[in-house]
């Protein structure tokens, strides 16, 4: 179980995930076809190329979405026992088919369960575009989830 314990997280630590992800014209396509989200602006390359961004944008709910998968491993992986809440989210640049995202986890905050039992664990996620030399934040939320503390003796 590659998923940290609640007693594992340390506020104030920063986990760099080291999965990347190359973002393809289908894979948007297939997750605004899940999703039902017919906005042209991500589909229709015609119309998209009237905007001021020029060509189709990837949907900002699959570049958050890939953004929580990308942290599963080192973060929550068979430790979780449900996510809690995603807040302050932003998508302060813009994603494209062909873009490679990378993530880091920052934990900011973690408190005990009235009971003792688990943990609350919130943590900053922030992704990445690293095909462009300036690296900008094109994604950021807040992801809070209830974790499991370690089973004794362990």
């Known amino acids: 179980m ?3 314990y609640y007693e594992e997280f340390t506020v104030g630590e920063t986990i760099e995930h080291d999965r990347r ?7 948007n396509q297939r ?4 999703t039902m989200n017919q906005q042209p602006l991500h589909l229709d390359s015609e119309f998209a190329a009237e ?11 699959y570049t958050m979405a890939l953004a929580v998968g990308i942290s599963i491993p080192e973060t ?3 430790t979780i026992v449900a996510n809690l809440a995603y807040d302050d989210v932003e998508h302060p640049e813009p994603v494209f088919h062909g873009d490679t995202i990378r993530v880091q986890s920052t934990v900011t905050d973690k408190r005990e369960t009235s009971d003792g039992e688990r943990g609350i664990v919130t943590m900053r996620v922030e992704a990445f575009k690293v095909n462009d030399p300036d690296e900008p934040l094109v994604c950021s939320f807040e992801r809070t989830a209830l974790s499991v503390k370690r089973p004794d003796g362990e």
Do not use: K, Q, W, Y
């Open 51 to 61: 905007t001021p961004f020029g060509e189709r944008l990837v949907n900002g709910l």
């Open 31 to 34: 997750f605004c076809d899940m």
């Open 21 to 27: 992800r190359t973002i393809s014209e289908s894979d």
């Open 76 to 78: 929550t992986d068979g």
């Open 2 to 4: 590659p998923g940290l």
